[in-house]
């Protein structure tokens, strides 16, 4: 999901010129703002998570499929080459894979 939202994002980047360079910013801060709103939801989201079955399980794989597509859109939104977009996302999913085991 990460290369498609690269291509899309990439030729996104080439429509609509140097616009194209301030989204990221914008999704940056947007991110900023809702990490900051001060939730502390993250326990219970866990066993929600463990304890899902059945549909709610092809909707959470749906969500992070969509969730990495959007990774990949803003990526492409940078015209961030192909090559170092993958060693980014390698990298990011080894540490992330560390990190839990």
């Given at each position: 999901?990460?290369?498609i939202?690269?291509?899309?994002?990439?030729?996104?980047?080439?429509?609509?010129?140097?616009?194209?360079?301030?989204?990221?910013?914008?999704?940056?801060?947007?991110?900023?703002?809702i990490?900051?709103?001060?939730?502390?939801?993250?326990?219970?989201?866990?066993?929600?998570i463990?304890?899902?079955?059945?549909?709610?399980?092809?909707a959470?794989?749906?969500?992070?499929?969509?969730?990495?597509?959007?990774?990949?859109?803003?990526?492409?939104?940078?015209?961030?080459p192909?090559?170092?977009?993958?060693?980014?996302?390698?990298?990011q999913?080894?540490?992330?894979?560390?990190?839990?085991?």
């Amino acid at each position: 999901m990460p290369l498609i939202g690269l291509g899309l994002g990439n030729t996104l980047a080439r429509g609509i010129g140097t616009v194209a360079g301030y989204l990221p910013a914008a999704v940056i801060g947007i991110g900023g703002w809702i990490l900051l709103s001060g939730r502390d939801e993250e326990a219970g989201a866990a066993g929600r998570i463990a304890a899902t079955r059945g549909l709610a399980t092809i909707a959470l794989r749906v969500s992070i499929s969509l969730d990495e597509l959007a990774i990949g859109f803003s990526i492409g939104l940078v015209r961030l080459p192909l090559v170092a977009a993958l060693v980014a996302i390698g990298v990011q999913a080894l540490i992330a894979d560390q990190l839990l085991h």
